[in-house]
């Protein structure tokens, strides 16, 4: 059974996405509810995705899609909860993403912050060119120090990663150190051992049992803005 304010905003993308195909920003749902803060709107987008009723597409900025809707116009009650029907009329299919398209992604800090790489409910976006992403899911970390800079990544960047559980010799992989300690390297292995590689003559390679590293991800893209 759904809450009054889950049905209500279920029925209000479904009407933003009727009118224009493009279902409503965070800030209008956020309005259209009467919600204090983007957080509870958070909450409910997600109660909705775990009952069925609402899928969020990746790497698209305000890409929500209705799956299905209650029966009737009021939240079930009783054994009406049950009474679920599909949508008979389809959401409206995603166009292709062009090269010039922006999308956003999670932006999820700086790499040096000395902390697991989690997905929160509350997360600042990055607005990214889809050009420099590939396939898969995606997020963004502020590039923090000078260690990878003879690859041309350097201080304040923004590094573009897509999310990986594995690595390949030789890529620019997000690392986490004994589950507290990320770091963006370049991956290699030493028999047993995992080594870091930095992009700078003026630092040493780091080695580690493989026990203790956690590949978090790959390096598809780089973003820097000029002041």
Known sequence: M???KQHELLHFIQQKLDAGGI???FEEMKEALGLKSKSGIH???SALEE???LRRLPNRARALEVIKLPEGSKPAV???RDNIVPLRKPAPAM????????????LHGKIAAGVPIEAFEDYNNLAVPAALLGSGEHYALEVSGDSMVEAGIFDGDYALI?????AREGDIVVALVDGQDATLKYFRREGPMIRLDPANSA???QRYPAERVIVQGRLSGLLRRYH
């Not at 897509?162 to 594995?166: D, E, H, I, P």
Request: glycine share 6%.
């Open 78 to 80: 009783g054994n009406d």
């Open 203 to 205: 630092y040493e390679p």
């Open 51 to 53: 009952r069925g009723f």
């Open 162 to 166: 897509q999310k990986a559980s594995t």
């Open 95 to 106: 166009r292709p993403i062009a090269a010039n398209d922006i999308v956003e992604v999670p």
């Open 2 to 4: 759904l809450t009054a």
């Open 43 to 45: 909450r409910l987008i």
């Open 23 to 25: 279902s409503p920003s």
